[in-house]
């Protein structure tokens, strides 16, 4: 049995997984900001689910389901439909090749995205570790 996405017991889950991932831990040692990952409406999930990681030099410090966007003022906002979310936790779809192609817009320093893209493509495996199961 996995950990349905979204949700808050998910995104705990990914912070774990990436506290004691040493491969994270090594690509993300400069890495400094906090997201804001908005998983849209589509298919089985009708109504938005904002998730929230803070990461800072190769640990997350916080993570949570968010309620009130008004809560925190991250530097980055990425948003893409369900579908596309799970393209990226199962390990099918590359972030930066997302990010790029437009299937996940972005609001922050893309330069500084592009300068980490080893942090990024360490937290997906992160992802790919969290047992998951899909709304179906």
Partial sequence: ??????????????MEEVNRSPGYAEAAKNWE???????????PL???VVLYM???HGQCREAFEV???SVKNPAY???APYSVWKQVIQG??????????????????????MRNVRAAKELVLCCTRVPTDFIA
């Fill in 92 to 113: 099918k779809l590359d972030p930066i090749q997302a990010l790029v192609t437009g299937r996940i817009k972005l609001k922050g320093n893309m330069v500084n995205i």
């Fill in 33 to 43: 900001g906090d997201f804001y990952f908005v998983v849209e409406p589509e298919g």
């Fill in 46 to 48: 009708t109504k938005p």
């Fill in 54 to 56: 803070d990461l800072w």
């Fill in 1 to 14: 049995m996995g950990i349905l996405f979204p949700s808050d017991a998910w995104i705990k889950a990914l």
């Fill in 77 to 79: 906002r990425m948003s």
């Fill in 67 to 69: 309620t009130d966007e």
